[in-house]
């Protein structure tokens, strides 16, 4: 049977940076993110950039950021036109900026969301989980409302996701994507989601797809509490899922212990057992490892 430990693992996956070429600032001082070498070999034909062993440095011209935004703009412009990156960049285009930072909390470089992944940087979003307490359930018990990922989705078809999730793109807030994200993926009106959102936390880990990207992700948790009769409110807009399904918790643990949820919602729905206590030290063997990999530290800087 699948454990809590087990998602974890394929969600906090990464453990090894050796293999991977290492980004670094125009200074050649701070780490941006991990490359991989088929990436590193593109790099290394590209004259604003550096490459030295394992070691990709922003040529130090690239001094400001609007130099390094048009710089990076011109590179993933020129990469999405390449047959080998047709699936991830091209086809993954967004049109979506996303934060580099450096020194933390202070932007370095806007970069294409579909270009990041190539690079390895940290990428932030907002997950939501919308739910029913248990002293609010019909039958005494916490629900939450699961989205099942539409068929037609590039990344994990069909699925199962939390509520409502998207990345946090540039220039909006957390807040702004928050009720953004809500609208446009379940129909939620602004009025209501800040009526009953409580921003709980936050989540980290470090993700290695099937291809051998890294993926640091930060994740911004909340929770939007719902009553039974809010049913009629949420309801699938943007074509993200086919539908919303209101489970009650002992269904969601079986799909959960089944993997039917994409692998870091799976990571989201156990900080959320974690947080209203239903996953705790009494009952789970492998509780600090657990709490712990959902709050990895990052080796590069930080929002």
Same mark, same amino acid.
């Given at each position: 049977? $699948? /454990?809590?430990?087990?998602?974890?693992?394929?969600?906090?996956?990464?453990?090894? !940076? %050796?293999?991977?070429?290492?980004?670094?600032?125009?200074?050649?001082?701070?780490?941006?993110?991990?490359?991989? !070498?088929?990436?590193?070999?593109?790099?290394?034909? @590209? *004259?604003?950039?550096?490459?030295?062993?394992?070691?990709?440095?922003?040529?130090?011209?690239?001094?400001?950021?609007?130099?390094?935004?048009?710089?990076?703009?011109?590179?993933?412009?020129? &990469?999405?036109?390449?047959?080998?990156?047709?699936?991830?960049?091209?086809?993954? &285009?967004?049109?979506?900026?996303?934060?580099?930072?450096?020194? *933390?909390?202070?932007?370095?470089?806007?970069?294409?969301?579909?270009? %990041?992944?190539?690079?390895?940087?940290?990428?932030?979003?907002?997950?939501?989980?919308?739910?029913?307490?248990? @002293?609010?359930? %019909?039958?005494?018990?916490?629900?939450? &409302?699961?989205?099942?990922?539409?068929?037609?989705?590039? /990344?994990?078809?069909?699925?199962?996701?939390? $509520?409502?999730?998207?990345?946090?793109?540039? !220039?909006?807030?957390?807040?702004?994507?928050?009720?953004?994200?809500?609208? @446009?993926?379940?129909?939620?009106?602004?009025?209501?989601?800040?009526?009953?959102?409580?921003?709980?936390?936050?989540?980290?880990?470090?993700?290695?797809?099937?291809?051998?990207?890294?993926?640091?992700?930060?994740?911004?948790?909340?929770?939007? @509490?719902?009553?039974?009769?809010?049913?009629?409110?949420?309801?699938?807009?943007?074509?993200?899922?086919?539908?919303?399904?209101?489970?009650?918790?002992?269904?969601?643990?079986?799909?959960?212990?089944?993997?039917?949820?994409?692998?870091?919602?799976?990571?989201?729905?156990?900080?959320?057992?974690?947080?209203?206590?239903?996953?705790?030290?009494?009952?789970?063997?492998?509780?600090?490892?657990?709490?712990?990999?959902?709050?990895?530290?990052?080796?590069?800087? /930080?929002?």
């Amino acid at each position: 049977m $699948t /454990t809590y430990l087990d998602i974890i693992n394929q969600v906090d996956s990464f453990k090894d !940076p %050796s293999p991977y070429y290492i980004l670094l600032d125009h200074e050649g001082k701070t780490e941006l993110g991990y490359i991989t !070498p088929e990436i590193a070999n593109l790099f290394k034909l @590209e *004259s604003s950039f550096i490459v030295k062993d394992k070691l990709i440095q922003i040529d130090p011209q690239y001094d400001t950021i609007d130099k390094r935004n048009k710089l990076f703009e011109e590179i993933a412009n020129k &990469w999405r036109k390449l047959p080998e990156l047709d699936e991830l960049l091209n086809k993954g &285009w967004r049109n979506e900026l996303y934060i580099v930072y450096n020194p *933390s909390t202070k932007p370095y470089v806007l970069i294409e969301r579909a270009f %990041s992944v190539l690079l390895g940087v940290v990428t932030y979003g907002v997950h939501i989980n919308g739910y029913i307490p248990a @002293e609010l359930s %019909s039958n005494g018990k916490i629900k939450l &409302w699961i989205p099942k990922r539409s068929m037609t989705k590039p /990344t994990y078809p069909g699925m199962l996701d939390n $509520t409502v999730a998207g990345g946090l793109g540039y !220039p909006h807030g957390l807040e702004t994507t928050v009720i953004k994200e809500c609208f @446009e993926e379940a129909g939620l009106n602004e009025q209501f989601v800040k009526k009953n959102i409580k921003n709980v936390g936050v989540v980290s880990y470090m993700y290695l797809t099937k291809d051998k990207r890294v993926q640091p992700e930060v994740e911004y948790i909340y929770d939007l @509490e719902f009553k039974e009769k809010d049913s009629i409110l949420i309801q699938p807009q943007d074509g993200e899922a086919e539908d919303f399904k209101l489970m009650d918790i002992d269904e969601v643990l079986a799909e959960l212990k089944n993997k039917k949820f994409k692998p870091n919602c799976g990571l989201i729905i156990i900080d959320f057992l974690i947080r209203h206590g239903l996953i705790n030290a009494e009952n789970e063997s492998n509780y600090l490892e657990i709490v712990s990999r959902c709050h990895v530290k990052m080796p590069f800087p /930080t929002r």
